[in-house]
């Protein structure tokens, strides 16, 4: 069964970065074959979905657009989240997510986005 691990998360200040990682492993995945995302929630908030990564093609949330890059290492079978400019706001535990979807059908906003690990905190201090 495969098992994912989110790492990287910390407490940082207002302006800072961090970057984030999501390993697979213990068993046969590839990357390449799914849609990767980031999604975070709050204490008391819902789910918001951050950024995705297909074959490529990027999408982000309006509030990350700019700050965060998502990226992955298919041959590492790793999924990043490079976090910059960091806020309040982005407090959050962060989770990485991954499935299957047609083309063209990988966004941040989509709910159904399964997330895999068990989270990483990222806390902003102003």
């Known amino acids: 069964q495969v098992h994912f691990v989110e790492s990287g998360g910390g407490s940082v200040q207002a302006g800072g970065s961090l970057r984030l990682s999501c390993v697979a492993s213990g068993g046969i995945i590839h990357f390449s074959n799914y849609c990767m995302g980031w999604f975070r929630q709050a204490p008391g908030k819902e789910r918001e979905g951050v950024a995705t990564?297909?074959?490529?093609?990027?999408t982000y949330a309006d509030s990350v657009k700019g700050r965060f890059t998502i990226s992955q290492d298919n041959a590492k079978n790793t999924l990043y989240l490079q976090m910059n400019s960091l806020k309040p706001e982005d407090t959050a535990m962060y989770f990485c997510?991954?499935?299957?979807?047609?083309?063209?059908?990988?966004?941040?906003?989509?709910?159904?986005?399964?997330?895999r690990g068990q989270g990483t905190q990222v806390t902003v201090s102003s």
């Open positions: 990564i297909d074959d490529g093609i990027t």
């Open positions: 997510a991954a499935d299957s979807r047609p083309p063209g059908l990988c966004h941040y906003n989509d709910p159904t986005l399964r997330p």
